[in-house]
């Protein structure tokens, strides 16, 4: 079975660019995340959708980052306009739909975003 | 969320059993202790949870303080492959609530 995937691995971009950081999550995941860690901190929280629908946003730092997860499948992260403060590690993790009951999250190898 | 103290770094050798402390002094009832370990340049990955008993699974062991305000991941053969950041996560098991707060880990060292 495959695993999470992100892609792209690696991005450079200048600020004030966009950037657009896709995640495919585990086939048969309803949840599925974001999480980042940016330099020297921990890695925070995001968002979480179930299927298509945004469950918690909690994390998402400002209106300059937008997630879609169109027909609950896969999921893009948008930054536009990006800021330097953004650089640093994306993860997606993805996990099964278990109501009531723990449910592993498996991560993705992250996408490292570096804003100049 | 409930926070979790974790020493900053453990360094152990090859082939012998680490214990990774973890205090969780304001756990509640309904809290589940989590464990997860982020190898170098890789997602984190699940590891072990518990709620009260002691658990084992084919990667550690999970000993829980009979009070639940602290807990020890055991590895009982360190490898290399070993080396991680090891992350003690308290998830309240709420429908729909299934972020995980991830605080700085322990960064384990093993030495050849």
């Known amino acids: 079975e495959a695993g999470v995937t992100q892609f792209p691995s690696h991005s450079v971009i200048e600020k004030g660019q966009t950037v657009t950081l896709r995640c495919d999550p585990i086939?048969?995941?309803?949840?599925l995340y974001w999480y980042r860690r940016v330099m020297g901190k921990e890695i925070k929280f995001l968002l979480h959708?179930?299927?298509?629908?945004?469950?918690?946003e909690s994390g998402m730092p400002n209106n300059r980052f937008l997630a879609e997860r169109t027909g609950g499948t896969y999921s893009t992260l948008k930054v536009q306009p990006a800021e330097l403060e953004d650089s640093g590690v994306y993860f997606c993790?993805?996990?099964?739909?278990?109501?009531?009951?723990?449910?592993?999250?498996?991560f993705g190898p992250g996408t490292r975003l570096t804003v100049l | 969320d409930a926070k979790t103290t974790q020493p900053n770094s453990m360094e152990s050798n090859e082939e012998e059993p680490v214990h990774l402390p973890c205090n969780h002094s304001?756990?509640?009832?309904?809290?589940?202790i989590h464990w997860y370990r982020q190898l170098p340049s890789q997602g984190p990955e699940y590891v072990i949870h518990?709620?009260?008993s002691n658990v084992n699974n084919r990667m550690a062991s999970l000993a829980i303080a009979e009070d639940r305000k602290s807990s020890t991941l055991i590895l009982h053969r360190a490898t290399l492959r070993d080396a991680a950041v090891y992350y003690c996560?308290?998830?309240?098991?709420?429908?729909?609530?299934?972020?995980?707060?991830f605080g700085q880990g322990t960064r384990l060292t093993i030495n050849p």
């Open positions: 993790a993805s996990s099964h739909l278990l109501a009531g009951a723990y449910n592993e999250q498996f």
């Open positions: 086939s048969g995941h309803d949840n």
């Open positions: 959708f179930v299927k298509e629908s945004k469950q918690d």
């Open positions: 304001t756990i509640s009832g309904t809290d589940y």
């Open positions: 518990g709620l009260t």
């Open positions: 996560i308290l998830r309240r098991l709420i429908q729909g609530a299934q972020k995980l707060v």
